[in-house]
């Protein structure tokens, strides 16, 4: 179950909030973005029926089970970031502390610092770890680099390494495809028309997923069902294009920045997992026109209750310029009492007879009718609690809003072209160094 | 030593960047703004030559050593973000999973999700558990309430919980400190002109720190050498100044979005407890005139080089409105090669002969020169490497830059009045509850 609640957005007056008839006056464009969509050929919704894919995982994670401690996954931008969120989404806090949990560690490099590699190589037991490497196009520089490293680790102390990784890749080209030919390495498939900031439900985060233990195929059933919404020609049942409206009228009120404020400590990772989202998919220079318009959302993460004692301030008083994304999560575990040692104290009588688990609701509306009173927009996702299955109806979610904010804004929202300068210039200074 | 690099700022277009003239036609403002700051008697930068504190944390730390396994911080806000940034920048990346280290495990809880509780709960030995309570007020809410869980559960067990926990508080008045009182629990005082978000270098981010085996001497030592610059009549001296100055005439040129981008993975916590600083600081309705003006600057956390693959599209193509502020480390430890196994091929030669160090410089340098190139301004700080002694710096750079930049706003710095009417409707909710 994963509801939207907007009703806030009509509280807040007309210059900063939107009306019932602003909402639901888009809603005859909803046919006309599909076939866009649709044209655009895009894998993101459409390679989820893929169940050799998962027979193949389940395979796999079988041959492997209880041979490795630790699972280490080589990836970085949207080869990274999704499986992050599987992982802190769903499962314990200190997963990676517990001992003897049966499931292996999970850790993902994103980054190339050489103490992260180096202290990350500390805890690693060679002959009990196994290396996703994951990059679409086979030739990211990060992950070759983490790659090259950990291989000749192997090959110093003479364990065949090529048992150690498996390959997750674009199916025909690229360097890890020709290297996993040449030495024998498996691999897995990114299909071709799905990008690195749609791939999470892809074996870019189903295998790790699988690895530890998660349930790849509740994750993939709550996307097929967002995906049976995000085809609905239908204002109210149609979410993400309900989100993608939002975001776009408010964008043209001033609203250029997105703040995400799950009310959940686990699914901080969900926010980072839709910042790259949003804004790889909406920094552009050009519209689809090729009229230079240098548009774009901000993304901005943040966490219920933490950041009420950290970011409220501004977002209440200062510039209105943003759209505030709530996610609640209806049940978040057991209920764990508060107990008040000193009930009759006036000043602590408040957190008399209550839990954590009303507390951060509390807390959260509060927070929700502070903004609103303030003339700040702001929606609430709702979620019955986290799991495989709701995390994959997440990410379907924003994926399909994303879709569709591109076609709004007239711009292409699955491509990355301004990334490529800093590209240019890093591999320059390389080859002259290295040659 | 702590450079600031501003080349970049006059490279950008004159719309986007500064001019020499430009930065240094506020000098003569230094004089008035420390007179001002002064008349609010801040302790920030006055608190810090508290020998008798460092005493007092060194002999309480001696008189615990080897009694505890792990420390955990109750607190939220600028009573964690301080604690969380000197916990992760100056230990092991993966400090709490590695055996023997001879240091308890530090956990700063700064939320109240009933699933953080448990499962924090989950690791603990309540026997082997120490807790720092930290709250300026003494009545936190989220802070008290996770008191009164941990407690109860020591009574629970019939362990004498007084033994195993210190307050953190004001030194006179509110709920910790009478409680301190009739239940002879030890205490540490924040100085009452410290408010929580400037309070790193006072016993809330300083006796965590020193339980886990830190060298807190040294981290004053940092910051006492830039409260020195901070006071110095001298644009070229004092570094606080410039980065105000730069945020302030960039603020005008529609760049209100600040980036912190470290390109280091211990630092990205620094960059959190920065965006609590700036956010609260400058995020307000009212000037000093009492005139309405809904002032602030957004800040924004970023890490390099991972955010390069999700943020760098939106920050080279998106809207102008950012002022970039990259960290820089010149020392990221021993030189950790990349051996590129396939050295004649064209497709990886650009990795020949190179490392992880000179990899991650590189591309910052491709980062911040595509992002001049196309017209955004950024600035870079530069640190030799970092230890307590820069971290203690870069606290009070950003704190003097802080107070500097309240004064070019004409706001209060030092205030956070936009936080109460939430607080106000969760208490009222709560209150309707409990009673």
Not at 331 to 355: D, F, K, M, R
Request: with cysteine; hydrophobic share 40%; charged share 20%.
């Amino acid at each position: 179950m994963i509801k939207l609640h907007t009703d806030n957005l009509g509280k807040v007056d007309s210059m900063h909030g939107l009306s019932a008839g602003e909402l639901e006056g888009n809603a005859s464009l909803i046919e006309t973005y599909l076939k866009n969509i649709e044209n655009k050929d895009q894998g993101f919704y459409t390679s989820i029926n893929d169940e050799a894919l998962l027979d193949k995982i389940d395979s796999f994670a079988a041959n492997i089970e209880g041979k490795y401690t630790d699972i280490v996954v080589l990836g970085i931008g949207g080869s990274a970031l999704g499986t992050i969120c599987i992982n802190e989404s769903l499962t314990h806090l200190y997963q990676n502390m517990l001992s003897k949990t049966g499931k292996p560690r999970l850790h993902i490099l994103d980054n190339i610092d050489p103490v992260l590699i180096k202290e990350t190589r500390d805890i690693l037991d060679l002959e009990k770890t196994f290396f996703i490497v994951v990059t679409k196009s086979g030739a990211t520089p990060e992950t070759l680099s983490q790659y090259f490293y950990f291989r000749d680790e192997y090959t110093k102390v003479n364990i065949p390494y090529n048992e150690h990784f498996v390959f997750v890749t674009d199916p025909k080209v690229g360097f890890l495809r020709t290297t996993s030919l040449n030495e024998s390495i498996l691999t897995f498939e990114i299909p071709e028309n799905v990008g690195g900031r749609f791939s999470a439900l892809t074996a870019v985060g189903l295998l790790p997923a699988k690895l530890i233990g998660l349930d790849i195929r509740a994750m993939i059933k709550g996307a097929q069902e967002m995906r049976d919404k995000f085809l609905k020609n239908s204002l109210d049942k149609n979410l993400p294009f309900q989100i993608a409206n939002i975001q776009y009228l408010l964008s043209k009120k001033g609203k250029t920045i997105n703040v995400m404020t799950p009310y959940a400590q686990k699914l901080v990772k969900f926010a980072e997992w839709y910042r790259q989202l949003l804004a790889e998919s909406t920094g552009k220079k050009h519209n689809n026109d090729m009229e230079v318009i240098h548009t774009g959302l901000t993304p901005i993460t943040a966490l219920g209750v933490t950041d009420q004692h950290s970011q409220s301030q501004l977002y209440n008083e200062g510039p209105n310029d943003k759209l505030h994304i709530f996610i609640k999560v209806n049940n978040l575990g057991p209920e764990i009492p508060i107990v008040n040692p000193q009930p009759e104290a006036e000043i602590v009588n408040y957190l008399n007879n209550t839990s954590f688990n009303h507390l951060i609701d509390t807390e959260m509306q509060g927070t929700t009718e502070a903004l609103t009173q303030n003339s700040r927009p702001n929606i609430t996702i709702e979620i019955d609690e986290i799991n495989e299955e709701t995390l994959g109806g997440l990410f379907m979610l924003f994926e399909g809003a994303t879709a569709f904010l591109g076609e709004f804004m007239n711009i292409n929202a699955f491509d990355q072209p301004g990334v490529e300068l800093s590209k240019l210039i890093t591999k320059k200074l390389l080859t002259n160094h290295a040659n």
